[in-house]
């Protein structure tokens, strides 16, 4: 009897090109950083996300804060960070947060949090606290939020918006088509209007999303017109990377000449600025977008 190869049937990954090859987290920074967050029990999105830029922002001395915990309440099929019933918050997070900030002589602070939906405000007060905290510790340093869906609890938006911050965000992610998909527990047209109500209180307003993801140009442009119609001044334009094997794979890797166009294309629909590339996330290069 012959003995037959086994044929996996599990789709077969593409593999990386060689311009998503990211840099070793290494240098003096790079600890200092790592150093701060484990002293103070501090979360990262650098960290919780498995974001490619960890190594180059931590050894440039930055890192993105995430408050409320490190378990969210969604689901979302493109995220690394846990999901289930959160813990109690910490009360003296915004604390150790602006100390941490004020310890690194942070220029530019950006700060995001998982979605707390089980709690009434949804974190809208810990969002407050932790901004005004900061702005006292370190006055000169401009503060950027990247701020959930607050399920159009619009008292609770404003709430963690008045505290201070010169840049608020508030990623979209992807497509319409795809937020089935993509963001399930999420609302296409819930998070422009949230984008919009930003801009309307008079913030800075910045949104991201995803490609790779097997979106059209056709609907890529047409979120960028979306976005610009609803006050959007930022986008930032990035690869979607299969975190683990249990998240959405991969549709295609987009070449760099594609996300060349889509700055052109975007910034010629009316935003401020496009940061658009394989290896971009929101906060990558944040202190640019003020």
Known sequence: MLDLPVVSKEPKRPRKPDWLRVKLPIGESYKNVRKLVDEYKLHTICQSGNCPNMGECWGAGTATF??????????????????????????????????????????????????????????????????????????????????????????????????????????????????????????????LEQIKRIKDFGKRTKSGIMVGLGETDEQVFRIMDDLVENGCDVLTIGQYLQPTKMHLAVDSFIHPDKFAEYKEVGLSKGFDFVESGPLVRSSYHAERHL
């Open 66 to 191: 995430m408050i409320l915990g490190n378990v969210c309440t969604r689901s979302c099929s493109f995220c690394a960070v846990k999901t289930g019933r959160p813990p109690e918050y910490d009360e003296d997070e915004p604390l150790r947060v602006a100390e941490a900030i004020r310890l690194m002589q942070v220029k530019h602070a950006v700060i995001t949090s998982v979605n707390r939906d089980e709690l009434k405000d949804r974190g809208a007060d810990i969002w407050y606290r932790t901004v005004v905290a900061v702005k006292e510790s370190s006055p000169s340093t401009t503060m950027e939020t990247l701020i959930p869906d607050v399920k159009a609890n619009w008292e609770a938006l404003e709430t963690m918006i008045k505290g201070g911050q010169e840049v608020v965000s508030h990623n979209m992610e992807t497509v319409e088509e795809l937020y089935r998909k993509v963001r399930p527990q999420g609302k296409y047209n819930r998070s």
